[in-house]
């Protein structure tokens, strides 16, 4: 049997989303070995596939090295590929890809900061995200007012949520003055503003929440915000030992990459401050434009605005 289904691959390969891939097959922009393709065709390595008339080169996903970056997403970034108000993304600070996609691998909320993960590989992001693999997720939250010990137990033992009943793995204080006080959770799911929500159920508001770690993947202390540094082989090994999947063969950095990483890592890269170029918009009166992507599905089929999943 061939290697994968035809929207599968176009997907992997940054082209659009599987659903999107499906409608631009539909519409007969896709051929496969001078034929017309249709959804379920299944390609392997050496197949000619071409999108509107244009070759797109075909790896196969079991031969793809694999990639997995870490970001320190600061405030007023949006966890989305295109914002329909125009504001700065966190997409647009990655290295570019050609014929792939980064796929970011859970996601925070705009006031949200700290580690977000990015890979190349579809299968690994989606077995990190779902909640079945259980991957532990930790935040430091800065809260006003008291966690008093009830609500602590409440929120570790579980509390009704209006999309059902969710929980801290874990609470511990963290120090603060004030009526500002840090704290450390846990938590083995990703709903949308998980942690917000369950603060908010005792009667606390959350006024800063950072992740700091993803599985066993820890915000790198050499990261600065708005910067990113590309996991080596050891790194992304662990990650994929997690999920139950196989290591695959030159994954992780080789050469010049490797010595830049470990340039960064001795000389950390300055802060990058967050474009506000939407509020410059708004201040003279002009309305921000929706970006528009240049990949096959940006034409003739509905782009729809990624959930902005926020925690």
Known sequence: MKDEKLQKALARMGLGSRRQMEEVIKAGRVTVNN???????????????????????????????????????????????????????????????????????????????????????????????????????EYAVRVLGDVTPDMARAMTTGVMLEDGMAKFEDIKEGGGEGVNKWHHVQLKEGRNREVRRLFESQGLKVSRLLRTSYGNIALPKELRTGRFLELDR??????????????????GLHGAAKEKQERIKNKPLKARRTDTRSDNRNSTGSSAKPKTSGSPASRGTRNTRDRNDKR
Not at 235 to 250: E, F
């Open 35 to 137: 034929g017309p393709a249709t959804i379920g065709d299944r390609v392997e390595q050496g197949d000619e596939i071409r999108v509107d008339g244009r070759q797109i080169k075909y790896t196969a996903e079991n031969e793809k090295r694999r990639r997995v970056l870490a970001y320190y997403k600061p405030e007023g970034e949006v966890c989305s590929a295109n914002d329909p108000e125009g504001r700065p993304t966190v997409f647009e600070r990655l290295p570019k890809l050609t014929h792939d996609r980064w796929v970011m691998v859970g996601r925070l909320d705009i006031n949200s900061t700290g580690l977000l993960l990015f890979t190349n590989d579809g299968e690994m992001a989606h077995r990190l995200m779902h909640p079945s693999s259980e991957v532990t997720r």
């Open 234 to 251: 050891k790194d992304i090994n662990t990650l994929t030992d997690l999920v139950s999947l196989r290591p695959r063969y030159g994954t």
